[in-house]
């Protein structure tokens, strides 16, 4: 499967933004979704994952309440909204998808992973 990730850009403290994360292939309902993202000079993280139908929900500490993730399998995407962002959400942020359906934290889970796109969050 091939994903493309976009919706990225240079915002301030405390705006919003929807990342979206369009996938090839005909059995999109079938792969568990997830974001991370990578600051720079740090390793990349986990920050929300939503497995198939039903689509269970997961996120990272520092992003819950303030980020969504949703999907919508007629339309092969997946989305992340982001609220109150804060300027240590700048990164570049992957979508990933894995076979079987269901979510998980860690990367090594995820076999597909989109190309990124960058967030800059300025103070």
């Known amino acids: 499967v091939q994903l493309q990730a976009s919706g990225g850009g240079l915002v301030q403290a405390g705006d919003s933004l929807r990342l979206s994360c369009a996938a090839s292939g005909r059995t999109f309902s079938g792969y568990g979704m997830g974001w991370f993202r990578q600051a720079p000079g740090k390793e990349r993280e986990f920050v929300a994952a939503i497995s198939g139908s039903p689509a269970a929900t997961l996120y990272a500490e520092a992003v819950k309440g303030r980020f969504t993730i949703s999907r919508d399998n007629t339309k092969n995407t997946v989305y992340l909204q982001m609220n109150g962002l804060k300027p240590e959400d700048t990164a570049v942020y992957y979508c990933?998808?894995?076979?079987?359906?269901?979510?998980?934290?860690?990367?090594?889970?995820?076999?597909?992973w989109g190309q990124g796109t960058l967030v800059t969050v300025s103070s």
């Open positions: 990933a998808a894995r076979d079987g359906g269901l979510a998980f934290t860690q990367g090594f889970q995820y076999r597909y």
